[in-house]
């Protein structure tokens, strides 16, 4: 039997038959998305004290988490994407030189339900009309894309769904978190902002009418302040519907850039994508006062199509202006989300650039005003980190993954680079004396066999401002391993200070950050006293309640009720 796809070709034993999953055998496409260093790797377990190249800084004492797609079960249809993984969480705890790795799914109600299945219920990235009829009326996100620390619980989350909140320590799921009660919204960020001066989250969701599902224009927007108390809300109408990823914050606004990544319910129906790529739409920028806005009070500004990676900094200048920097790409980076009628075009996103681009918006300034960034810097690159201390703030310092084609590159070991050519870690200082010019470059290159995911920043106590460690997984890809990777930040081409070895291969990743131990610690001193332990949401979502009572989703009719989570879109708190 072991031979009998060889001996009987005829007799196929794949899963898959015209694109759709067929039988319970458990067995994974045979796809570029589902190979290679993005063969999914379904692993739970601990490791106790990494193997070490170099000496591990004695004064980093914390944890490093990040979080990624990969998939529990085979997925529904063969063509799946790597964006509809489930979220996976991996905490690399280091302390006195030494360091732990520790790696837990998020138990999302959806992974929930295809473990008791024994197979995928859930189908194409963010459409529910391809899902399992036994499963509707539950959440369907997979929390994949970053993992906060806030108040004592990490919060994995994905922006088509609830965030859902994990131990810290143990990693362990408590339940999806909305916030004791005080964020009903069907959608929430991945990229939530934390002001340093004054310890509020700000954050915010798109989507967020109805079920999460009806792409329509809602966005509400938070802010939660460091007892956790909601303290603004604000329901607002984008000018087309489309993705909002990442979002920077100054003292007094929020930035939400309008990607031309535009939904379609029609298309949902009909079983296609979520999004298509609109190559003739603005890019677009939305201004939102964090205190005390209305509606009308939002700005929208308008620049040349283009697609928006993440944020680096975000701050105001003495003119009251809010500079803005963060990468944008020529074109469409997600190539399989082509535009209508038209099919994926890998090689058309391996010729786009994509600088660094500075704006300064005058938030005085019409909607529809037309921008230029004042600066693009040619970076090449994507996944900008800064030195957190400095959000809100005048800044100096980022770093990014880099694409250097320059460099040589091991095709005949390593095949396609999963995930692209990120074969640099880059650090970039701004010239401060003129913020409207480019300043110095340090580079460290993987190798020719080598990538690396996304870095984080580990501050020195005390520090002035890039004063610390920048961390970021290594993927060895001619071994299909990984390395975790410690820098001293502001001088990458000194070299790695240690390397940690893991046994083992992790898929890419998207996001994470570090949270020292001494953070982790005083929470967890406060959960076990007066504040008490993390309450999980208690109350289904306002969109489950209607269709448990309706015994249809909202969608199918246009709205819950004809209100919007229990606020009329245009409302503020």
């Given at each position: 039997?072991?031979?009998?796809?060889?001996?009987?070709?005829?007799?196929?034993?794949?899963?898959?038959?015209?694109?759709?999953?067929?039988?319970?055998?458990?067995?994974?496409?045979?796809?570029?998305?589902?190979?290679?260093?993005?063969?999914?790797?379904?692993?739970?377990?601990?490791?106790?004290?990494?193997?070490?190249?170099?000496?591990?800084?004695?004064?980093?004492?914390?944890?490093?988490?990040?979080?990624?797609?990969?998939?529990?079960?085979?997925?529904?249809?063969?063509?799946?994407?790597?964006?509809?993984g489930d979220g996976a969480v991996t905490a690399i705890q280091i302390k006195d030189g030494h360091a732990n790795f520790k790696q837990r799914y998020v138990r999302t109600d959806k992974f929930l339900k295809e473990e008791e299945a024994k197979q995928a219920l859930f189908g194409r990235y963010r459409n529910p009309y391809t899902d399992n009829e036994s499963i509707k009326g539950v959440i369907r996100t997979v929390s994949n894309t970053n993992i906060t620390f806030w108040r004592g619980m990490l919060l994995a989350s994905k922006e088509d769904g609830p965030p859902y909140a994990m131990d810290p320590v143990t990693l362990e799921t408590i339940g999806r978190y909305d916030f004791e009660g005080q964020i009903t919204a069907p959608t929430f960020t991945a990229h939530p902002k934390f002001d340093p001066d004054t310890g509020e989250m700000i954050c915010f969701a798109y989507e967020a009418g109805t079920d999460g599902s009806d792409c329509e224009v809602d966005i509400v927007s938070w802010t939660i302040d460091a007892d956790g108390r909601k303290t603004e809300e604000l329901w607002f109408k984008a000018p087309f519907a489309g993705m909002i990823h990442d979002c920077g914050i100054s003292k007094n606004y929020l930035v939400l850039p309008l990607t031309p990544l535009k939904m379609s319910l029609e298309r949902l129906k009909a079983g296609g994508n979520k999004f298509a790529w609109d190559p003739n739409e603005d890019q677009v920028y939305g201004i939102v006062p964090r205190r005390g806005g209305k509606p009308e009070d939002v700005k929208?500004?308008?620049?040349?199509?283009?697609?928006?990676?993440?944020?680096?900094?975000?701050?105001?200048?003495?003119?009251?202006?809010?500079?803005?920097?963060?990468?944008?790409?020529?074109?469409?980076?997600?190539?399989?989300?082509?535009?209508?009628?038209?099919?994926?075009?890998?090689?058309?996103?391996?010729?786009?650039?994509?600088?660094?681009?500075?704006?300064?918006?005058?938030?005085?300034?019409?909607?529809?005003?037309?921008?230029?960034?004042?600066?693009?810097?040619?970076?090449?690159?994507?996944?900008?980190?800064?030195?957190?201390?400095?959000?809100?703030?005048?800044?100096?310092?980022?770093?990014?993954?880099?694409?250097?084609?320059?460099?040589?590159?091991?095709?005949?070991?390593?095949?396609?680079?999963?995930?692209?050519?990120?074969?640099?870690?880059?650090?970039?200082?701004?010239?401060?004396?003129?913020?409207?010019?480019?300043?110095?470059?340090?580079?460290?290159?993987?190798?020719?066999?080598?990538?690396?995911?996304?870095?984080?920043?580990?501050?020195?106590?005390?520090?002035?401002?890039?004063?610390?460690?920048?961390?970021?997984?290594?993927?060895?890809?001619?071994?299909?391993?990984?390395?975790?990777v410690i820098w001293d930040a502001l001088n990458l081409a000194k070299g790695p200070l240690a390397t940690l070895h893991l046994p083992?291969?992790?898929?890419?990743?998207?996001?994470?950050?570090?949270?020292?131990?001494?953070?982790?610690?005083?929470?967890?001193?406060?959960?076990?006293?007066?504040?008490?332990?993390?309450?999980?949401?208690?109350?289904?979502?306002?969109?489950?309640?209607?269709?448990?009572?309706?015994?249809?989703?909202?969608?199918?009719?246009?709205a819950v009720n004809g209100t919007t989570n229990g606020h009329e879109t245009n409302g503020s708190l």
């Open positions: 039997m072991a031979h009998l796809e060889a001996l009987a070709p005829e007799v196929s034993l794949y899963p898959y038959s015209n694109g759709k999953r067929t039988g319970s055998r458990i067995k994974f496409p045979d796809t570029l998305a589902f190979s290679g260093m993005n063969k999914p790797a379904r692993f739970e377990g601990d490791i106790v004290d990494l193997e070490v190249t170099g000496e591990i800084p004695r004064d980093i004492n914390g944890t490093f988490y990040r979080v990624q797609p990969d998939h529990r079960y085979p997925p529904m249809f063969e063509d799946d994407i790597h964006f509809n929208w500004f308008r620049a040349d199509n283009g697609f928006h990676g993440h944020v680096a900094g975000c701050y105001e200048n003495d003119d009251g202006h809010v500079i803005f920097d963060l990468t944008v790409a020529d074109g469409n980076v997600f190539f399989w989300f082509p535009p209508d009628g038209e099919k994926p075009d890998l090689a058309g996103r391996q010729r786009l650039s994509s600088p660094t681009c500075r704006w300064v918006f005058d938030p005085s300034a019409k909607s529809g005003t037309r921008f230029k960034p004042t600066v693009e810097w040619t970076t090449s690159g994507e996944f900008s980190r800064i030195d957190d201390r400095y959000v809100t703030k005048k800044y100096s310092h980022f770093w990014q993954l880099r694409v250097d084609p320059t460099r040589p590159y091991d095709f005949a070991r390593c095949g396609p680079p999963a995930g692209g050519l990120f074969n640099c870690m880059a650090h970039y200082t701004w010239d401060t004396s003129d913020p409207d010019k480019t300043g110095t470059e340090d580079v460290w290159f993987a190798g020719p066999t080598a990538t690396f995911q996304e870095p984080v920043f580990i501050p020195k106590d005390g520090g002035a401002e890039g004063e610390g460690y920048l961390a970021a997984l290594k993927n060895n890809l001619d071994e299909l391993r990984n390395d975790v083992l291969r992790l898929r890419l990743g998207f996001h994470g950050n570090f949270v020292d131990e001494r953070d982790i610690e005083a929470w967890r001193e406060r959960r076990a006293g007066d504040l008490g332990p993390v309450q999980p949401a208690k109350e289904p979502l306002p969109w489950q309640k209607a269709f448990a009572e309706s015994g249809v989703r909202g969608r199918h009719n246009g």
